[in-house]
């Protein structure tokens, strides 16, 4: 009988998980939220309340335990099992960590330190909770243990001598993690420079930028379209491209006078540092943003983008390539064309630059890209989600990671990039 009660309790909380994942791909399919962070922990814990949460408060149980028939022996108390299932969430729901909110208390804020021990303790209760639950033989959990929360036909007794012995085993399980971690040098540090080892801090006065500091970020980048080499526009070539993110008050942001002379001084601080690191990027782009703080749980975030090349001079500080779906039909009408030139021993290439557009021409045929100028940029914007809560002003510094890099937020210049990789890059 217990071996029987032991293996559904296992198929309880393999359908509890499956459920629970099926739930929030589901959801996030029905509400096409915002493919980020910020949006996923949301919608995580959304979905924990649907399924967790709400049949926890009403009938303390699960449904994965309530269709497998098990039940918790002290059903009545269902504040206990709502703790429990509770604190397995927030011990595993990203972008939140129980070491900080107790050392920062009022406060919550997430530093290197706290982070790290944080992990630390959650691969020691993990390692710790999978010996209790086999040497228990399935009656209980670490959980389960401290809040003597017991099923049906798996009970047990709290021993003083089966405490001390958790207590010691979750001690040596976190030195021995400590000195795993120390030994391979797993530290916070180490994984943040070896992500962010396009990042970096330059040489800007504070003073200057309204007591905001610029964010630079410096990569080769296949996303760069210059005046000066017109094979930027006609095959996929990676260029040194800086970037620059300033946060501004919303009032100077939305003043077309003051974003230009940010830009400007930008601009300038940034070719000096360039001087002494001995970097010259092809293209600098600067990315001005403001947010406001919503009603509930959302903010509003919102952008100006601008483009810079110091080898073409002439176009100044400028809005980027105008472009949209007619850029596509673009260039396979002009490829077409020059494609029935190939037999011609001769191909001459040379551009144009005008004021207002550029122009490339391959024999008699060409192809024109029209200059947006600083003041046609249209502002964008998105409503994006605080949560966990926290000041805004951490999250105008709080940058999504993926696989190392820095995501490329380029659908300014989408039809651009992919008429010339997938249509003149190929064809020509």
């Known amino acids: 009988m217990q071996l029987i009660t032991v293996i559904k309790r296992i198929l309880s909380n393999i359908i509890d998980i499956i459920l629970y994942l099926g739930l929030f791909i589901l959801l996030n399919f029905l509400t096409q939220i915002e493919n980020n962070l910020d949006a996923s922990s949301f919608l995580l814990f959304i979905t924990f309340i649907l399924y967790f949460g709400l049949p926890l408060f009403f009938i303390g149980n699960t ?10 022996k002290n059903s009545r108390n269902i504040l206990l099992i709502n703790i429990k299932y509770y604190l397995y969430f927030l011990a595993f729901f990203p972008g939140f960590s129980l070491i900080s909110l107790f050392t920062n208390f009022p406060y919550f804020k997430i530093n290197n330190y706290n982070l790290a021990i944080s992990i630390q303790l959650l691969i020691t209760i993990s390692i710790l909770d999978l010996i209790i639950f086999l040497f228990s033989l399935g009656k209980f959990h670490l959980l389960d243990y401290i809040l003597n929360l017991k099923l049906e036909n798996l009970e047990f007794k709290k021993k003083e001598l089966k405490s001390l012995s958790i207590i010691l085993l979750f001690w040596t399980i976190f030195i021995f993690t400590n000195l795993l971690f120390l030994k391979l040098d797993l530290t916070i540090k180490k994984v943040n420079d070896t992500v962010s080892k396009d990042i970096y801090f330059e040489n800007f006065p504070e003073d200057m930028f309204y007591g905001n500091k610029p964010f630079i970020v410096k990569l080769k980048s296949d996303s760069v379209f210059i005046t000066s080499d017109m094979l930027s526009f006609l095959f996929n070539k990676v260029y040194d491209q800086k970037v620059i993110y300033l946060n501004l008050p919303f009032e100077i942001f939305n003043s077309k006078e003051d974003r230009y002379k940010v830009c400007k001084d930008l601009l300038i601080q940034s070719m000096n540092n360039d001087i002494f690191t001995d970097y010259n990027p092809k293209q600098t782009k600067i990315v001005l ?3 406001k703080e919503g009603y509930f749980l959302e903010y509003y975030s919102y952008n100006y983008t601008y483009y810079y090349s110091k080898e073409e001079t002439s176009w100044g500080i400028y809005g980027g390539i105008k472009n949209d779906s007619l850029t596509v039909e673009k260039y396979t009408n002009f490829v077409n064309k020059v494609i029935k030139q190939k037999n011609k ?6 551009s144009t630059l005008y004021n207002n557009k550029y122009e490339i021409n391959i024999n008699q045929d060409k192809i024109q890209f029209e200059k947006i100028h600083f003041n046609e940029t249209e502002m964008k914007g998105m409503i994006q989600l605080n949560f966990p809560p926290q000041p805004i002003i951490y ?3 709080y940058w999504n990671i993926i696989n190392g890099e820095i995501p490329d937020f380029e659908d300014d210049i989408f039809y651009l990039k992919f ?3 997938e249509i003149s ?3 020509l």
């Open 63 to 72: 449904f994965g335990k309530l269709f497998l028939g098990l039940k918790w």
């Open 289 to 291: 943003r403001s947010f």
């Open 345 to 350: 021993k001769k191909i001459t290439l040379n």
């Open 395 to 397: 999250r105008a510094n």
């Open 419 to 421: 008429s010339r990789d």
């Open 425 to 427: 890059n190929k064809s």
